[in-house]
């Protein structure tokens, strides 16, 4: 069964990235120990990405000459028109992701589906009982606003099913996100 997934990296009080979109606050903590081993057990698992509008801008903006996601097929969830990557899989959609989320778990194969960025978007998969697991790298730095690590209407219980210390502080954990009552979904 096709499982929906957020991987992700964030602040200690809960930002994805900084008050101007950047990154390089994260680039600090960049190659510790068993991250390589994490991300490459992490993406062997996937088989399609989605991720809003705002990353594939941000990625088209910071990483042009290296598409890091290979031949996964990408869905970019949209209200605006995107530049296309030649020769990458990417489908623009527009609408709830309740409509969309059949379609890209098929895209993924029987694999799990990458929820990648950002708050916005995976507060969306929360809210409509779709996401599956969140895997949270929690880095020992304070940004004092920005991107939030989630943008929800409501809430959400979670159960931790992993936690590991890294050096440098780097926490990650795991954890189920638990459903309400007709949230179930099988893709």
């Known amino acids: 069964m ?31 120990e068993g991250q390589a081993e994490s991300y490459a057990e992490f993406v062997a698992q996937i088989g399609a990405v989605a991720m809003g509008a705002d990353t594939y801008s941000w990625l088209l903006n910071n990483m042009p ?12 969830f949209t209200h605006r028109e995107l530049a296309a990557i030649p020769g990458v ?19 993924a194969n029987g694999k799990d589906v990458w929820v990648l960025g950002g708050g916005s978007l995976a507060g969306q998969f929360v809210d409509e009982g779709l996401l599956d697991e969140l895997l949270l790298y929690t880095m020992p730095v304070l940004l004092g606003g920005g ?10 219980s979670l159960t931790p099913t992993y936690s590991r210390d890294y050096v440098k502080g780097v926490h990650e954990t795991r954890y189920t996100v638990n459903k309400a009552p007709g949230q179930d979904h099988e893709y």
């Open 2 to 32: 096709t499982q929906f997934r957020y991987f992700v990296a964030a602040s200690a009080d809960g930002y994805i990235a900084d008050e101007n979109d950047r990154l390089d606050w994260l680039m600090d903590f960049d190659g510790f």
């Open 65 to 76: 000459e290296v598409w890091p996601y290979g031949d996964l097929p990408v869905w970019v």
């Open 89 to 107: 899989d990417v489908t623009y959609v527009r609408g709830d992701v309740n409509e969309w989320a059949g379609d890209v778990a098929r895209s």
């Open 147 to 156: 991107r939030p690590l989630f943008a929800m209407r409501g809430r959400a």
